[in-house]
């Protein structure tokens, strides 16, 4: 495994597991898979409603808890000060556990600058290790960079070939924020796993388009958490640290970029829309 380091020195595994729309039912069994094939990177989410069954699979696991990077986030329902420690509270109660490695933000909504006072001081309590954003865009990540105490070390963000996210990459850099992708295969959108240039590439090494994609991000420095249900594909997906992508490959895939999400149009009323129907659905909950 390879790590990356973050602007306070932790040290993060560049491949972690991620369980967004892992059901209740599946998520201790796939965790425990994962766990027992090697991934020690989980992450997950107040909103994903698994945690604890994250909790429980670390639990059975056996692997002494030092061993694993845990990361959750908090939901915007419980942002501002109060609110957002209580929750990681609650958190840290699902997952069985004292501390985590990381919490992130869910989105950049709501009070979030009361949440990541919150945050700051659990940092400074030792609760979390890191703290960060997810789904930020530059402007308010760098807004957020430029006015808190303990700056984000990580931002999560939709990444994949289809949707490089360079510019934002730039910018995080320069904030020294570690760039993290979410849906590092799009979910297979845009017929990502059939594409014929990832294709040609994977068949130089042997390797899968979903293998290529991995490796991409990682040889630009970008944390990937990808999340498969099937236990031959996790160890696929895990499979991407013997072998490496020329400058050509790098180049090839640069030019796939359609600087478009394959979920949201970049502030258009649908990711508004989305958000509205989350947090209903939520508060169901
Ligand atoms: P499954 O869970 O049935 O394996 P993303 O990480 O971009 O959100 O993509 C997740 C989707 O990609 C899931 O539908 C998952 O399906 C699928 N997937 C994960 N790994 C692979 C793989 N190695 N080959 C093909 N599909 C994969």
Redesign the pocket.
């Known amino acids: 495994m390879e790590y990356v380091t973050l602007s306070n020195g932790v040290k993060m595994p560049i491949l972690g597991y ?1 369980v ?2 892992v059901t209740k039912d599946e998520c201790e069994r796939c965790v425990l898979d994962a766990l027992e094939v090697g991934y020690r990177s989980i992450d997950t989410a107040q909103s994903y409603f698994n945690e604890e069954e994250v909790g429980s699979a670390m639990k059975k696991s056996g692997i002494p808890r030092e061993e694993i990077f845990l990361t959750s986030k908090v939901w915007v329902e419980h942002y501002g000060y109060e609110e957002t420690r209580k929750s990681v509270e609650e958190s840290l109660r699902k997952l069985q556990t004292d501390y985590l490695d990381l919490m992130l933000l869910h989105q950049p909504f709501n009070d979030y600058y009361g949440a990541y006072r919150a945050l700051e001081d659990l940092y400074d309590e030792g609760k979390l290790r890191a703290i960060g954003v997810s789904n930020f865009y530059p402007d308010r990540l760098v807004d957020l960079a430029s006015f808190t105490r303990i700056p984000p070390m990580v931002n999560q963000i939709e990444t ?1 070939v289809l949707n490089q996210r360079t510019e934002d990459y730039e910018w995080m850099s320069k904030y020294h924020v570690a760039h993290e992708a ?7 959108r845009g017929g990502l ?1 059939d594409n014929e240039a990832l294709k040609q590439i994977g068949e130089k090494y042997g390797k ?4 290529v994609m991995l490796r991409w991000n990682i040889q630009r420095g970008v944390i990937v ?6 236990k031959e ?2 160890i ?2 895990l499979d991407v640290f013997d072998f490496t992508l020329t400058d050509e490959d790098m180049s090839a895939i640069a030019g796939l970029d359609t600087k478009t999400s394959a979920f949201f149009s970049h502030y258009d009323p649908n990711m508004v829309e989305w958000f509205v129907k989350m947090v209903e659905e939520r508060k169901k909950q």
Not at 208 to 211: D, E, K, L, R
Request: positive net charge.
């Open positions: 991620g967004y729309q994949h979410w849906a590092p295969f799009g979910e297979g796993f899968t388009t979903a293998q958490l990808p999340k498969s249900t099937h594909r996790m696929q997906n």
